[in-house]
């Protein structure tokens, strides 16, 4: 037995030394497996947490706007709805349509006002101008006599109602004033007649009913000197003449007082107006002064834009 013991011993050993080895080779090729798995689990968690955050922007997409103001005016609307809603009861009651606006200019003799967003940004504060008309205490008093204006031959027009941007931020700080200027028994004009507004939803109707306005009438346009005003034919050409009278080419309102002495000693039949704020009340001066005057602002410009796919007004430069 001793010799089949010393004889067998030595296998034995070699056996458990390859299992040994075995073993050692299964647990590096496991540890090496369980690192494996680890990365894999990082990288399905981070891939995980990409299609997690992906999910949440579809759904914010789906659900959100992607113009984020629209948001905002969403809220704003909802906290503003009082005054919003006495803005648009009092133009509901004492404001023309777009269509009748252009009617009456172009069945009287009326002369044409226009109060807008640049008109009550300087009646705002006379701190705050304009990048073509300083701003003062004198102009802003013009501005709100033209706005308060109860002259039977002149049309105060104001902005078309929109819930936009703009007009959200304007409303709440120019309405409690401006609501004590206005009077709900007095028929207002709609400013938008001579923006793109009116072209695009009035189209061939609106331009027909301009044309109308000076048809057969010589026609002197008010503008600044060098100004981007063109003078359309597709627009003006129903007239029987037209020439221009150029006052300066910003801060209009200082050269109000020369270019009425001009006006005075033309024999024009209508004299239309593009002088931004200062062309707003030397409409109602003319018109105080017998003659009929039309803030016309970017009629021409407007124009272009809808009809030959120019720039809106406000992108055009100020000057040529």
């Known amino acids: 037995m001793m010799e089949n013991d010393e004889y067998t011993a030595p296998q034995n050993e070699d056996v458990v030394a390859q299992m040994l080895n075995l073993l050692r080779e299964q647990n590096k090729t496991l540890k090496s497996q369980e690192r ?9 968690s981070l891939l995980l947490e990409e299609i997690s955050q992906l999910v949440k922007e579809i759904r914010k997409s789906a659900e959100v706007p992607a113009d984020r103001s629209d948001v905002l005016d969403y809220f ?23 269509k009748a606006t252009l009617e009456r200019l172009a069945t009287s003799d009326i002369s044409f006002a226009r109060l807008g967003d640049g008109e009550f940004k300087l009646m705002l504060s006379p701190w705050r101008n304009l990048a073509f008309q ?12 033209t706005a308060a204006s109860s002259e039977p031959g002149l049309l105060v027009g104001l902005p078309q109602f929109m819930r936009n941007t703009n007009y959200l931020k ?19 004009g709609n400013s938008h007649v ?11 109707s609106a ?18 000197k060098s100004s981007r005003f063109d003078i359309v034919p597709e627009l003006f050409d129903s007239s029987t003449s037209i020439h221009r009278i150029d006052s300066t080419p910003t801060d209009a309102f200082s050269d109000l007082h020369r270019i009425i ?26 018109a105080l002064n017998g003659r009929r005057a039309l803030d016309i602002g970017h009629l021409s410009a407007a124009y272009l834009n809808i009809f030959e796919g ?11």
């Open 36 to 44: 494996l798995l680890r990365r894999n689990e990082t990288n399905q």
């Open 76 to 98: 704003t609307s909802a906290a503003l709805a009082p005054t919003l809603d006495s803005v648009w009861n009092f133009l509901s009651n004492a404001q023309l349509s777009l």
């Open 134 to 145: 300083e701003n003062s205490f004198e102009l802003i008093d013009a501005l709100e006599n």
């Open 170 to 188: 304007l409303w709440p700080k120019i309405w409690g004033h401006l609501e004590t200027l206005l009077n709900p028994e007095r028929t207002y």
């Open 194 to 204: 001579s923006r793109p507004l009116a072209f695009k939803f009035l189209g061939e």
């Open 207 to 224: 331009v027909e009913l301009w044309r109308e306005v000076w048809r057969n009438k010589s026609v002197a346009v008010i503008t600044g």
């Open 261 to 286: 002495q001009v006006a005075d000693s033309s024999d024009a039949d209508i004299f239309v107006i593009s002088l931004g704020p200062a062309g707003t009340i030397l409409a109602q001066l003319l």
């Open 310 to 320: 120019q720039s809106v007004p406000e992108k055009t430069p100020m000057s040529r």
